[in-house]
């Protein structure tokens, strides 16, 4: 028979900055990089099809512009942040990548 003489439980709250939701392994930065340029490129194309329903037969744009308040030459707030995000899990895991090697 084994006897305990004090039992004592520590309730302390830790305030931690890791997320399991943002935290990524290898092969989920892989997967999100498929994806993200599936997402890029469908977005690209859909844009395509729009301009080019808007050519009149000269070829010069005749409608208004694709997106109000931006120029040809900007993206949309949806790609950019499709880019950017993709930008940033490349890097991530070539600098996770360097780590191992």
């Not at 900055?17 to 935290?23: C, D, G, L, P, V």
């Not at 890029?40 to 308040?69: C, D, F, H, M, Y």
Request: no cysteine.
């Amino acid at each position: 028979m084994v006897s305990l003489g004090h039992v004592a439980l520590v309730d302390t709250k830790v305030q931690a900055n890791a997320s399991t939701h943002k935290a990524m392994s290898h092969e989920r930065m892989l997967i999100a990089e498929t994806q993200l340029a599936k997402e890029i490129n469908a977005l690209i194309r859909k844009a395509e099809i729009l301009v080019a329903a808007r050519l009149p037969r000269s070829g010069r744009p005749g409608g208004p512009a694709l997106w109000q308040g931006h120029r040809g030459s900007d993206l949309p707030d949806e790609l950019r942040r499709r880019q950017d995000r993709l930008a940033r899990i490349r890097q991530a895991r070539k600098q996770m990548e360097a780590d191992v090697a």
